[in-house]
């Protein structure tokens, strides 16, 4: 009998970011368990309610970054999993498996209909570790569970990846804003397409994508490095900078929430958790 | 000369090219090969000096040729290279990313090292070995369905939303 809902955070080989991924989970009053790739029975038996996919490097970006693992038994769990609602987040390479799994955009099941390519815009190229800032489509607001949270305000998070540029086919491109769930923008929301506010030279400044339904969440940032308030940097412009500086020697540095725990409360809000003061 | 390529690989066995192939075992036992190898494929578009200049790059740069790890050949010099299992009917396929920040950037290198190369162009080359017995047609309609990820079901080696596939003509 589950008191809580439960996350699993599937670990493949190469996997770096399951521990930090599964501690914020429970931070946000969820139950979360890290399951290898090869626990699929065990996986099944503990019938999880949601499912995260860490960033890392899965099989070792062997072959294609994140394909390998999207091959996976374990990948035919979550993709039923998903096909029947339960919410599903990718991170990074998270994002990179989902991609390859034909979660997302998911126009057509299990079709391959998206890429995360090098990144590639004029003045950058390669892999690329820096703050960004992201903004939400307004459906995915309304339609994503992990999303409930965001607001309509940019919100500072890390990127960390040298695959992370969003491509599609020419012939469903007329389409792709219909998966926008996060776009690249300035500190006040403003998108455009330059280097470095897009970072990797993304289709349409595209950050995440989701599937049709919005239960499936493919996103390139991670919100795990910026769930506390000592993560931020202060000298991240805008709101959350502000509020980061103004925290500096105070105790409560330690305890704040940031900017990612947005994703999670999400979640939590989702599954009913939130009272109506916190929603 | 127009074109010099040259095909690099690892001279311990490649752990891509492994993991590749225990993949494709599992999702496609039917019609997986029973031999699979990876090379860095390097194509040096207009090399003023031809060959000399291609063995005068890979000579010094050993980003594209890591001597202690590393062998190479000319892709028209087959044998010294390729690990011919004459027992096999052998398939290539190349891979390259539509938008390439590796070939970009090392055109650049070499511009600015004042060789004489219009253009460098990477990509990687699978070499698939089909049991003895398979015709060159089956092997080839095989080679593709299991390079071209359309599917999460159907294909490992290229994702063709960002990436080229050729199939070489029969070695």
């Known amino acids: 009998m589950k008191n809580r809902p439960l996350v699993a955070v599937l670990q493949f080989p190469g996997s770096n970011c399951e521990y930090e991924t599964a501690s914020v989970v429970r931070e946000s009053g969820m139950d979360s368990l890290i399951f290898r790739w090869n626990q699929w029975k065990e996986l099944s038996d503990s019938a999880p309610d949601a499912f995260i996919l860490p960033g890392g490097f899965a099989f070792q970006d062997r072959v294609r970054a994140g394909t390998v693992a999207a091959k996976e038994e374990i990948m035919d769990l979550v993709f039923n999993q998903a096909q029947s609602g339960k919410p599903v987040l990718g991170i990074c390479n998270g994002a990179q498996i989902l991609v390859e799994s034909g979660l997302v955009p998911g126009w057509e099941n299990g079709r391959i209909e998206s890429a995360l390519a090098a990144n590639h815009i004029h003045g950058r190229s390669g892999y690329l570790s820096r703050w960004v800032f992201l903004r939400a489509k307004k459906r995915a607001l309304r339609v994503s569970p992990w999303l409930g949270m965001i607001g309509n305000s940019a919100i500072p998070v890390p ?111 989702y599954f009913g958790l939130l009272s109506r003061e916190e929603v | 000369m127009t074109e010099v390529s040259i095909a690099v690989r690892l001279k311990a066995p490649d752990p891509a090219a492994m993991t590749a192939l225990s993949t494709l075992k599992r999702i496609n036992p039917a019609t997986c090969p029973c031999s699979l190898e990876r090379y860095d494929y390097w194509r040096f578009i207009k090399p003023g000096g031809g060959k000399v200049t291609v063995e005068k790059i890979v000579s010094h740069f050993h980003d594209i040729v890591n001597p202690n790890k590393q062998s190479w050949s000319f892709s028209d010099e087959s044998g010294s290279l390729h690990s011919w299992d004459e027992e096999l009917v052998w398939t290539e396929v190349l891979v390259t990313d539509k938008v390439d920040s590796i070939s970009e950037n090392w055109t650049e290198i070499l511009r600015r090292n004042k060789y004489e190369v219009e253009r460098v162009m990477y990509s990687v080359l699978w070499r698939l070995g089909f049991p003895s017995g398979t015709s060159i047609a089956d092997a080839r309609e095989r080679t593709l369905a299991l390079t071209v990820t359309s599917h999460r079901d159907h294909g490992l080696l290229a994702n063709p939303i960002s990436q080229n596939i050729s199939l070489l003509d029969p070695v």
């Open chain 1, 159 to 269: 990127i960390a990846h040298a695959e992370g540029r969003f491509v599609f086919a020419e012939e469903d491109l007329h389409r792709v804003s219909k998966c926008a769930a996060l776009v690249y923008c300035d500190e006040n929301g403003v998108e455009t397409a330059d280097y470095p506010v897009n970072p990797n030279g993304s289709f349409m400044n595209l950050a995440g994508i989701m599937n049709k339904e919005g239960n499936v969440l493919a996103l390139m940032p991670h919100p795990e490095r910026a769930f506390w308030m000592w993560q931020i940097p202060p000298w991240v412009p805008g709101v959350w900078g502000d509020r980061r500086t103004s925290l500096n020697h105070d105790p409560a540095l330690a305890v704040e929430k940031g900017p990612g725990e947005l994703f999670f409360r999400s979640l939590a809000g």
